[in-house]
């Protein structure tokens, strides 16, 4: 039985919402794929405490109470934070952090490490250390004071990882203080509040 | 770089939003800019206060000091010279100023039993004998001092001592005196007396007011978006120096600066240059053993100089620290001779002409020149620094002065362009009253005109053709290309309109080599081509042929670049001849 151009219309439409939903799915699917690939990749990579901008600069978040910028965050077994205990400065000073380790599941063996770029110095605390037994829902917390010895950004990153043997396995965490640069506008590592641009500076350094 | 990992995730969702067809409002998030503290006034109250019941304090203002940098520390502190004093009350307000003297001595009133006081000694001056203001970085502006309390129940005696270690203050304090000590000099040397035997040498009374950026531990190559080899540097255009102190933090065994005093007069040196000279200097990295451009060359030869003309020692001393051979050992550092000619750069080896590239070459000839003779602590017979077939030239410092700032016979004439030893030694000939430099020119390779750089030419010349070596090893990129060897540098004035240049092309010997044209306009940096009014750079090697440009150009000076390299990579010729045209006419060197 013929079917009438009513029904011959609809079936039409719905084949055509129906391509155009599964074209948005796929697209939609492929962004978040690439996006969770690169998460992978850089999660993956070794850490490279000379270059501590390299994971995901791109997307930081800065809250502007703290002057912390979220760098980056995996939901792995163990998720880790910042915490400011005291006014992070913009310019210099002296400033305590917390670091945050969150265990969502047993951890035999858990590393933790403060990377702290140049112009940055310990005062009190301890860079890195090593955690046993850590229990599921344990919060683990390890302050540090600093000073930054000069205009930022200051590159201060905490990154916690259970270990496996003796290897950092998956999470990684990575943190960045500062207070004026916008890198998610793709602005150059400029000191805070430096009048002038690097590339000013570099044309005219006589030295 | 896959472009997808370029784009920040927060653009995601406007991407998807686009995709999907709606649009949505993206909130803009404007981050504060930290502002920049303004320079806090010099101490008003000068000359001090008196009260009318008052109590006297007096003290002495010294710094400890650091041998080799960040060696031990010196059993004998030095004096805090010519520094501000400020005294504040309780609230912070400034209620009495003073001056240390030339032996860190200060004395001031204050009202008899009000209370106790705070006395600052900075590391800043803004006075006759010295203008310079230390500072920790160009964001705070904040001065670097040491402080006290002091009561006003009676009279006081301070002894205020700013640490070599811990904070490491006395950094500031030493940088502070170092530039106190080039005015001393300069007070000395080109004071109306010593000027007077040169005509147009100006009467030097004290500098400008510089602002020093030094923080300890802290590494100025930040500030250059640089890694983390330490640097100190003149910023140009500006009244800035910045100090290295130290690395990442550690002031006791990395590279810093706030104790070197070579390096520190250094880049007071290049201040000097921009307050009372003229610089054509590109800047950028320069080393001792490398043939650098002539403008370069003399910018740093001449620091180099002036910091051993202030601190009267043959040496340029740049300490390292110790970092590179772990705990325990002594600091290393790094001494550059100026009586002794190193390999790379002596005459018997080197051709004439290439000491105008060479910094340490233009170091030694302004050393040699105006160098006390016999040096104390120098050596007897056969001692280099002692020979005295060398040492036949006895100029005052003012010579110097004379050529390096006038505007008669100097730097600062209208003619001036292109500034290096080339043209200072022009000048330094036609000085009424100067001596003949031609044996240390001779010892350091200088050439006493302009025949090596910027050389000027006639048009119409006659003349035959130029030869030009070629750099066998050079794959004919600027990197490689040796300033000296493998390029001539012709200075000409373009009087506006049509400007075309011509080089025609000769081979000498039996492999044929390649010429380029490149035509450079007034400051330019070798190399970087946004420079250049004009390049012809084709593969150019059978007897004849030609590079040409045919601007239009507006008037001005301007740099013609002749460079000489292999017709392919390593297998060059050594040299060529080539014939240079400029709007038809010949044009020959005319030094």
Same mark, same amino acid.
């Given at each position: ?207 | ?85 400020? !005294?504040?009350?309780? =609230? /912070? ?8 003297? +030339?032996? $860190?001595?200060? *004395? &001031?009133? #204050? ?100 602002? !020093?950026?030094?923080? =300890? /531990? ?8 640089? +890694?983390? $080899?330490?640097? *100190? &540097?003149? #910023? ?356």
């Amino acid at each position: 039985m013929p079917k009438r151009k009513q029904d011959i219309l609809r079936d039409r439409r719905s084949a055509a919402i129906a391509a155009l939903g599964a074209l948005m799915i796929l697209a939609i699917a492929w962004i978040v794929a690439m996006q969770d690939l690169h998460s992978l990749s850089q999660s993956l990579a070794a850490p490279d405490p000379t270059d501590p901008l390299h994971p995901r600069w791109d997307a930081a978040k800065r809250d502007p109470a703290t002057a912390i910028h979220k760098i980056h965050k995996t939901e792995g077994v163990i998720l880790s934070e910042i915490e400011a205990l005291t006014d992070v400065p913009r310019v210099t000073g002296a400033f305590k952090l917390k670091g945050v380790a969150r265990a969502r599941a047993p951890v035999s063996e858990m590393r933790y490490s403060w990377i702290l770029s140049e112009n940055v110095r310990v005062r009190a605390g301890e860079t890195q250390g090593l955690v046993a037994g850590v229990k599921a829902g344990d919060r683990r917390e390890f302050e540090i004071e600093l000073e930054a010895l000069a205009p930022g950004p200051h590159r201060v990153i905490f990154r916690a990882w259970r270990m496996k043997g003796g290897e950092p396995v998956g999470n990684s965490a990575h943190y960045v203080i500062d207070g004026e640069t916008p890198a998610a506008q793709g602005a150059a590592r400029v000191p805070i509040g430096s009048p002038r641009s690097p590339e000013d500076m570099r044309k005219n350094a006589v030295q | 770089m896959n472009a997808f990992k370029r784009l920040p995730i927060a653009a995601v969702p406007g991407l998807l939003a686009g995709f999907l067809g709606f649009s949505c409002s993206t909130k803009k998030v404007n981050i504060p800019v930290t502002p920049v503290a303004p320079i806090a006034s010099y101490c008003p109250h000068l000359p001090s206060r008196t009260f009318p019941s008052p109590v006297t304090i007096s003290g002495v203002a010294q710094y400890q000091f650091r041998n080799n940098g960040n060696g031990t520390v010196n059993g004998t502190p030095n004096p805090v010279r010519h520094a501000e004093v400020e !005294v504040l009350d309780a =609230a /912070g307000g400034i209620v009495q100023c003073a001056e240390t003297d +030339g032996s $860190g001595a200060f *004395s &001031f009133q #204050l009202p008899a039993g009000t209370g106790d006081y705070t006395v600052k000694v900075n590391a800043r001056a803004n006075n006759a004998n010295v203008k310079a203001y230390v500072m920790n970085n160009p964001t705070d502006n904040s001065y670097h001092s040491i402080s006290t309390s002091v009561g006003t129940a009676e009279s006081a005696s301070l002894t205020m001592t700013a640490p070599a270690t811990g904070s490491v203050v006395a950094g500031a304090f030493n940088i502070l005196d170092k530039i106190l000590d080039a005015n001393v000099f300069l007070r000395a040397h080109a004071s109306a007396a010593e000027c007077a035997a040169f005509a147009g040498c100006p009467t030097f009374t004290v500098a400008p007011l510089a602002y !020093v950026y030094w923080t =300890a /531990g802290f590494n100025p190559n930040a500030y250059l978006g640089g +890694g983390a $080899g330490g640097v *100190s &540097f003149f #910023l140009k255009g500006t009244n800035e120096l910045y100090i290295l102190g130290g690395i990442a933090g550690d002031v006791d065994s990395s590279d810093c600066d706030h104790f070197d005093n070579s390096i520190i007069l250094h880049e007071y040196g290049h201040f000097i240059e921009a307050s009372y000279s003229a610089s054509d200097s590109p800047g950028g990295r320069h080393a001792p053993n490398e043939v650098i451009d002539p403008r370069l060359a003399w910018s740093e030869g001449f620091a180099n100089f002036f910091q051993a003309a202030v601190t009267g020692k043959a040496v340029y001393r740049d300490t390292e620290g110790n970092v590179s051979c772990g705990t325990g050992c002594t600091q290393a550092f790094h001494d550059e001779d100026l009586e002794t000619v190193e390999a790379y750069d002596d005459p018997a080896t080197m051709a004439a002409g290439e000491g105008n590239f060479r910094e340490f070459a233009i170091s030694r000839l302004l050393w040699d020149a105006i160098d006390p003779h016999p040096v104390s602590g120098e050596g007897g017979a056969g001692d280099p620094r002692n020979d005295l077939a060398f040492e036949t030239v006895q100029s005052p410092f003012a010579e110097v002065w004379t050529v390096f700032t006038g505007a008669v016979t100097g730097f600062k004439s209208a003619s001036a362009r292109f500034r290096s030893s080339g043209l200072f030694l022009s000048f330094q000939r036609a000085v009424a009253g100067g001596q003949d430099w031609a044996t240390i020119r001779a010892r350091e390779g200088l050439s006493g005109d302009q025949r090596d750089f910027a050389t000027p030419v006639a048009v119409p010349g006659a003349c035959g053709p130029q030869t030009l070596q070629v750099n066998g090893g050079t794959n004919g990129s600027f990197e490689a290309s040796n300033l000296f060897y493998d390029n001539d540098f012709h200075a000409h004035y373009h009087a506006s309109g049509p400007l075309t240049v011509r080089v025609e092309y000769s081979q000498l010997g039996g492999t044929p080599a390649d010429i380029d044209l490149i035509v450079w306009k007034n400051g330019f940096t070798y190399g970087k081509l946004g420079d250049a009014l004009a390049t012809s750079r084709r593969s150019r090697s059978t007897d004849g042929s030609t590079e040409q440009i045919s601007v239009t150009a507006p008037a001005g000076w301007y740099m013609i670049n002749v460079m000489g390299l292999p017709h392919s990579t390593g297998a060059g010729g050594t040299a060529m001849s080539y014939d240079l045209y400029i709007n038809g006419q010949k044009a020959c060197p005319d030094p």
